[in-house]
């Protein structure tokens, strides 16, 4: 098949440049380094086994790419206005797209942008870093589950989930909703608290103070996910989280790298959405709330625009 | 009448040097700079008149202090198991001791230390500093309002009342409750806040989703007083204090001060006590358990031991 990524980063390049090496055709869009990539091709140091696309298709804007069977989305959230731009020229009637991103409402709104594209959500439980231009250096894990939001065509969907198996990659078909809030349960507590305390998953677990409130904030996300009808998910699956987190290298999640490199942080669908969608079926979350408003403020004090 | 003043700094100090000046007699127990205080005096400068007190009665230890009529506790609460030893010699049969500290349950720890001993809550609303030894700085405010917590002895009580009035201190007699839990609505959220955030009150204020927790944080400490009995308290004073640190200029909490300058906070009374107390009485405060647990962990983080 013919895949398309859009935004190659730690993830999306990750994913794109297994594909390519197992002999998919793949198109990178590229951005700061899309010189160096098509002079030089794009390096995956990786946990899995290292390798080089010597020359990929790289390009560094959409409108002269081809129609892809599937694109890969590997933005970050806050930049998903510029797929109303970016996206087009990739589409055709049969496309699948795939948003590797992270949070809750993102599909609901690239939909509304989109009405009649087949979407689907890639929950990548990988540790990848873009370190330099034309490197993706995978240190641990590599998983991807998929959970198909509105694509109709189960076949496609199918044979893209055995393609990244046959590219190495651990992929596997989910429940949709199951899989966005179960990410959630990890996301929420730790994205933020490494930020608003300026540390790693490994110090929150170790005091008592923080364990016990990750452990409310996972609640939180499990007792939002019950109220709105999600299935497979109750308090085992919280202390599921801290064991692994526990079993984890100490890890500083994207948020508190955006916060370190002074980027904008992905609020809006890690914390606002799920949070006012709860609030909207009448349970609240006061502590991710607050952690929200902790976050809003911190933000402010480093971007002129919030 | 004769005043012991235990803890002679921004508070103790100010206080106990307002009634010296006032011709009332007053014995002062000094720590770091007692030497320098015995040769030199004690100077307050102050928004309300500025003077200096060339031979206060000074000591370094309580074994030598006489008897007095009141006590005035100036020490930080987190040194409060120092009184078992600081206090006996003070103490006549009809003493009234003023606990001057932050907090909710400081009254009722000490009782149990000293089970027939006067007590009563002093609620500072002053803004001062030891910048240098022997040198106290009262910038702002300087009112202090009494809450009988103990004391049998109204005569007593009241006349202390009115030798601060006398010394140019606005002083008056309040409702125990009342006082501690109303004081507690404006340091739960910003002593906490302006630490978690590295803040000040204005910017607080200022960003809309830090306001509105704030406002929050506000509000379950007057559900939690409300719950508990306490009167005269209910949202509209919830709007006065946002209304008041509006008016304020720019403010660093003692909290805020102890974090900056890697002492202990005074987390115990601020927050643990008030949200124990609470909680047992079925009112949760989520959002100042998380700020608790916050600054749990960032203490842990410069104290060696919690």
């Not at 873009?130 to 894990?141: A, C, D, I, L, M």
């Not at 364990?211 to 904030?217: C, G, S």
């Not at 939180?220 to 109220?227: K, L, Y």
Request: charged share 20%.
């Amino acid at each position: 098949m013919r895949y398309g990524v859009i935004g190659t980063g730690a993830i999306g390049g990750y994913y794109g440049a297994r594909l390519a090496q197992s002999g998919q055709e793949v198109h990178f869009l590229l951005h700061n380094d899309y010189e160096f990539v098509k002079a030089n091709g794009l390096q995956v140091d990786s946990c899995d086994g290292s390798f080089h696309l010597d020359a990929p298709f790289v390009y560094n804007r959409t409108d002269n790419m081809p129609q892809c069977d599937v694109v890969l989305v590997g933005l970050k959230t806050i930049n998903n206005s510029l797929l109303t731009e970016l996206l087009p020229p990739l589409l055709a009637p049969h496309t699948l797209v795939v948003l590797i991103q992270n949070g809750i409402g993102v599909e609901e709104d690239v939909q509304r942008l989109f009405p009649g594209v087949q979407l689907a959500a890639g929950l990548a439980f990988i540790c990848s870093a873009k370190t330099e231009p034309g490197r993706v250096n995978h240190q641990f894990y590599g998983q991807i589950n998929i959970g198909n939001y509105s694509c109709r065509d189960e076949a496609l969907i199918q044979r893209m989930v055995d393609e990244f198996n046959n590219a190495g990659v651990r992929t596997r078909l989910v429940e949709y909703h199951t899989a966005r809030w179960k990410k959630a349960v990890w996301n929420m507590p730790f994205n933020g608290m490494t930020v608003a305390l300026h540390t790693q998953t490994d110090l929150l677990l170790k005091h008592p103070s923080t364990r016990q409130l990750i452990y409310e904030q996972m609640m939180e996300v499990i007792g939002a996910a019950q109220h709105l009808g999600v299935k497979d998910i109750d308090e085992s699956f919280a202390q599921k989280m801290l064991k692994t987190t526990d079993e984890m290298v100490p890890y500083s999640p994207s948020m508190r790298l955006d916060y370190d490199f002074h980027r904008p942080m992905e609020i809006q669908y890690i914390y606002s959405r799920p949070i006012q969608i709860a609030h909207e079926a009448g349970f609240p979350m006061p502590r991710l709330a607050m952690l929200e408003a902790h976050l809003r403020f911190l933000q402010s004090q480093y971007l002129s625009k919030n």
